[in-house]
């Protein structure tokens, strides 16, 4: 049974710093990773999109990394900003469950001090 | 639309009510899917339709809850005899076709069960 982990939990950081998220999972028979961040009372928003073949995916000041046979991503913020303050979460497809079903971390909370 | 749209965006319910959660997907998207989100955690996958189609119902917690999608458009997510632990956000998402296309996700209904 797939499951992912996100450390931390939580961040704090000043504004300016580079940080980085991570997300593992258990089975690494996956079609893609992707991120996400959410807003307080919001739906989610898509980051980046990584395909099992990927190693990284790069979006202006993001950058997502992949190993897929350690099961594990990475989140790369650089020159973090009170904007980016947010709840970041990671979701997994997997080969196993036909690949219908995505399975989330629980998501880094994220808050950017100006 | 230019995005996935759900409705309410808020329900409050009497324990033991039907309630009826509506989404309209991004016009032309096949797949669409449903996710519960608990307070603090990660979207959990509750159920998956390709088109009309349901072809993963797995994560749906008991047969209260079903899902249609009768002509490969809106979905509607229907809970019967509703229970507290029924409260939660309500999240769907579209994405255009197969497995390896990011998912497009709404703003959620926030139901609250009295």
């Known amino acids: 049974k797939q499951e992912v982990t996100q450390i931390p939990a939580a961040l704090s950081v000043p504004e300016g710093e580079n940080l980085v998220l991570n997300c593992s999972f258990t089975?690494?028979?996956?079609?893609?990773l992707q991120w996400f961040r959410q807003d307080p009372g919001k739906g989610l928003t898509s980051l980046l999109l990584i395909q099992s073949s990927q190693r990284e995916q790069t979006s202006g000041r993001l950058n997502a990394s992949l190993d897929k046979s350690s099961g594990r991503s990475t989140l790369y913020i650089a020159a973090s900003q009170p904007g980016d303050s947010a709840t970041y979460l990671c979701?997994?497809?997997?080969?196993?469950?036909?690949?219908?079903?995505?399975?989330f971390g629980a998501g880094t909370r994220l808050f950017v001090k100006a | 639309g230019a995005g996935v749209s759900q409705s309410p965006r808020y329900k409050v319910a009497k324990r033991g009510q039907d309630v009826a959660l509506r989404c309209d997907p991004i016009s032309g998207h096949v797949s669409l899917f449903w996710y519960q989100q608990a307070l603090g955690q990660g979207p959990e996958f509750l159920t998956y339709f390709q088109n009309e189609a349901q072809l993963d119902k797995s994560g749906l917690p008991s047969d209260r809850f079903f899902a249609e999608r009768p002509e490969g458009s809106v979905s509607t997510l229907k809970i019967q005899r509703t229970q507290q632990e029924d409260s939660a956000v309500y999240l769907c998402?579209?994405?255009?076709?197969?497995?390896?296309?990011?998912?497009?996700f709404g703003d959620g209904t926030r139901l609250s069960i009295l």
């Open positions: 998402a579209s994405s255009p076709t197969g497995v390896n296309q990011p998912q497009h």
């Open positions: 089975d690494s028979a996956i079609y893609n």
């Open positions: 979701a997994v497809r997997s080969i196993n469950t036909g690949g219908f079903k995505t399975i």
